[in-house]
């Protein structure tokens, strides 16, 4: 599955943004779907996550409450709500997908899945 992911950009601290993750195939949302980020001189950490059955979701504890992840399957699209932005969430996010059939997903589980480029966020302070 190729994953194309758009949203990204400048916001000041306190706003929203919200990024899209488009997958191809007919079969992506049989697909558990992630995001990832990666600041400069940091490790890529894990955001969230949807189940492609059931679409349960799964946050990253520092993230929950501000993040919000979902599925439109009718447009092949995950998204991800990004509010109350910090400066430190600045980061380029990573779109991941694979398949998996159940419904418990974990951040190892996309180590060897399909990954998007990325997509710049920037939160001014």
């Known amino acids: 599955v190729q994953l194309v992911e758009s949203g990204g950009g400048l916001v000041q601290a306190g706003g929203s943004l919200r990024l899209s993750c488009v997958g191809s195939?007919?079969?992506?949302?049989?697909?558990?779907t992630g995001w990832s980020r990666q600041a400069p001189g940091r490790e890529r950490e894990f955001v969230a996550a949807i189940s492609g059955i059931d679409e349960l979701t799964y946050y990253a504890a520092s993230l929950k409450g501000r993040f919000s992840i979902s599925r439109e399957n009718a447009k092949n699209t995950v998204y991800l709500q990004m509010n109350n932005l910090r400066p430190e969430d600045t980061a380029v996010y990573y779109c991941?997908?694979?398949?998996?059939?159940?419904?418990?997903?974990?951040?190892?589980?996309?180590?060897?899945?399909?990954w998007g480029q990325g997509t710049q966020v920037t939160v001014s302070s």
């Open positions: 991941a997908a694979v398949f998996i059939h159940r419904t418990v997903v974990s951040s190892s589980d996309f180590v060897g899945g399909s």
């Open positions: 195939g007919h079969t992506f949302n049989s697909y558990a």
